[in-house]
């Protein structure tokens, strides 16, 4: 069993800074590479950012230079350090990890509850 746990969400009036935590506990035996999605309300869930286990990174477009993403392999966490918050960001924030569970296993896609993201004045 793999759980991914979130925190950090919350509310935020715009210009403002957030960090989302995400800690994967459970039968692993690697992590490959982990990231945040968001699905804003009546969108399609969109790619945030990654990070693979070597700290190569990738984002949107629209969220370069504002946020941050990195990752303690010793903790199995990632972190989303995002700065510069405009309305434009609210939604609910989803963890991922791609995570072998034992030598011999496929490489699958886990994912978080989710947090909920608000800009707002």
């Known amino acids: 069993q793999v759980q991914l746990v979130e925190s950090g969400g919350g509310l935020v009036q715009p210009g403002g800074s957030l960090r989302l935590s995400c800690t994967a506990s459970?039968?692993?035996?690697?992590?490959?590479?982990m990231g945040w999605y968001r699905q804003a309300p009546g969108k399609q869930r969109e790619l945030v950012a990654t990070?693979?286990?070597?700290?190569?990174?990738d984002y949107a477009d629209s969220v370069k230079g504002r946020f941050s993403i990195s990752r303690d392999n010793a903790e199995n966490t990632v972190y989303l350090q995002m700065n510069s918050l405009k309305p434009e960001d609210t939604a609910v924030y989803y963890c991922?990890?791609?995570?072998?569970?034992?030598?011999?296993?496929?490489?699958?896609?886990?994912w978080g509850q989710g947090t909920q993201v608000s800009v707002s004045s």
């Open positions: 991922n990890a791609r995570i072998m569970k034992s030598y011999s296993s496929s490489i699958n896609d886990y």
């Open positions: 990070i693979l286990s070597g700290g190569s990174t």
């Open positions: 459970g039968s692993i035996f690697s992590i490959y590479t």
